[in-house]
């Protein structure tokens, strides 16, 4: 089920087309150019502690209570595909940002735009799919909005999804609490949405069909908590950009560096194949349903058999290791032992895929 | 100031294109289908407590705290206008939708969907906007994310804002605490908002030109407060669908009728001007920066006294009265003593005007 190879191989990846002043494609993708349309564009007007934490969720002081709220726009295209749509992933997407935050999820808002046109069908499967993702975790859609925009000013709908949550007390997974010592884990295999969503697009025949991992991660966070408690230095789902820009935002917030060792990351066989055909890495590809775990090497077992007990993290496996040599840098060591840069990439393999 | 004969004349409003199945412009007017869209599509789907109540936010028990959680999404068009830009309606509209629960705002997040393209001058603007407004009213941005998608697939940007905030103990005004005996106040003139965008969409020469009235009502809100507290019973900013929709929603949600007095609401020339030339109703025209308050008769002298102690409540008024009475039912008292039912319209006066 591990596929070595791929991440050593040429990485096929059309460099945006330059238009100064103007927002492009590759700004919503996750990679360096989000990262520079944040620093640039958002943090100089918003500044502020909880904001430059840059954590999946908020996590605010509310009278006695320390409260996480999170946010997410969907505008996935197709709006459905093989393993839910996008009201599924609307729901366990902000579920599980506020779940990598320590914080056990309490209601989620929904903001609807929807293009004129937009058939009632889809509407209701969509908003079938987004409540039932929710009563699946135990979570009220609480409060919502609905915007109507003319025809061609969308793609059938976008849907915001906002979240509370609770912060468990002696649990505060952060981006910023890593250190060199510790063990990287993931709780599945790598993949399966980002070429799920592609292949849904057509046009593409990948022999074996793939579903979406969309999963609310939740009961995978509380195994870990009750196994490791504070232990659990940090918690990320590898969505937009995958892996490979999630490990190094954490390797930047927390100013370590990582390795990963070649063969341990698991890929299963048809995204490891697309992915060959397409010319991706699947350290790139988006996920909705895995989650990478930072955690003491000496409680690395223990943080494995907590996820392997959960069908969601049977196939979880140790990746990795964080390091304090080369900060703020991820790299595979190879099986033939060389060393490559894991870098965020410019903009996008994948557009539109959540 | 105030403009009587406006709301009795005949109203031009063109009756939505049937197209059976499918999303059209008038389910995001506020009006009767945008209720048939909510009862028919999403509740269904989306049932519970919180959501039933239709509140501007949903009141949810956190630990020991209650806490209001809000959501709007702006699609406003044009992006900029006198008076602000999307930025400012952004933070405003959901600041204020914690107000009228009786919150005292705490965070916003903030969601964008940017279509490719879109100058970065124009984002800056929008970004500093939204900052501005939201540390003004105390409150930080405090989580995002940036979505971009294709040329065509947006107009320019739109903005999803949602916001927590504490819910003070002794003060719950909610839409279906209005009792008959109530009086009905508004804090300011009618229509600016909705006349201000249509002036900046060009084509339409007005003698004079409006500014928007987007504002933060928390202060209006804290002198309410101060002054009647649980006597408040419900407060809410007449937005999309303006006055009229505002008090059919609180009639139903409270099963009472409410009588509104000719003559006595606040309505400034230019809007009056503008409305008469285009066929108008002010009474449906949206408000960003105005709130109806519901209190008892008895206290009307004090809740006037209060809003008027403010700037933005400077021009407030009694407009009316809550009656047992036609339940359900909103109407005027002409001048000349007739009554005309003031009724949900179906669809839109004006689309996205916020």
Redesign the interface.
């Known amino acids: 089920m591990s596929v070595d190879t791929l991440a050593t191989r040429g990485l096929v990846c059309p460099a945006p087309a330059a ?1 100064p ?8 993708s996750g990679g360096k150019m ?1 990262a520079a ?2 620093a640039e ?2 943090l100089p ?2 500044d ?4 430059a934490q840059l ?1 999946d ?2 996590v ?1 002081t ?4 320390s ?1 996480a ?7 996935v295209h197709p709006l459905e595909f093989p393993g839910g749509n996008i009201g599924t992933l609307a729901a366990n997407g902000t579920l599980n940002d506020l779940a990598m935050m320590g914080a056990r999820p ?2 989620l ?13 889809v ?2 499967r969509v ?2 799919a ?3 993702a ?1 009563r699946a975790a135990g979570v ?11 025809r ?4 059938g709908l ?1 849907l ?1 999804t ?1 979240g ?1 949550g ?1 912060v468990h007390p002696a649990f505060r997974p952060a981006p910023d609490r890593v250190r060199a010592g510790d063990a990287v884990l993931v709780s599945g295999p790598l993949g399966r949405h980002g070429i799920a969503i592609l292949a849904a697009r057509g046009g593409i025949d990948f022999e074996v069909e793939l579903e979406s991992d969309s999963a609310y991660l939740g009961p995978l966070v509380e195994r870990l908590r009750e196994a490791l408690g504070e232990d659990v230095h940090a918690l990320r789902d590898p969505t937009r950009g995958g892996l490979a820009s999630t490990l190094n935002e954490i390797a930047g917030a927390s100013d370590v560096g990582i390795v990963l060792r070649e063969g341990t990351i698991p890929v299963p066989e048809a995204v490891a194949g697309a992915c060959e055909m397409l010319g991706f890495d699947p350290l790139y590809v988006a996920n909705e349903g895995v989650l990478a775990a930072f955690v003491p090497a000496a409680r690395a077992a223990e943080a494995l058999a907590a996820l392997q007990g959960h069908p969601l993290g049977r196939e979880a496996a140790v990746i990795g290791r964080v390091v304090a040599d080369h900060p703020r840098m991820v790299v595979l060591d190879t099986a033939i032992g060389g060393t490559r840069i894991v870098d965020l990439l410019p903009g996008d393999q994948l ?2 895929i959540c």
């Open positions: 238009e002043g103007r927002v492009q494609l590759g700004h919503g989000s349309l944040l564009r958002f007007h918003l502020n502690p909880a904001l954590g969720a908020a605010l509310l009278g006695g209570e409260i709220l999170s946010t997410d726009t969907f505008v309490r209601a808002s929904a903001g609807f735009v929807l293009e004129e046109g937009l058939p009632f069908d509407l209701d908003v079938a987004l409540g039932g929710a009220a859609v609480a409060t919502g909005d609905t915007k109507v925009v003319e061609g000013k969308a793609d976008y915001n906002s509370i609770l557009p539109r």
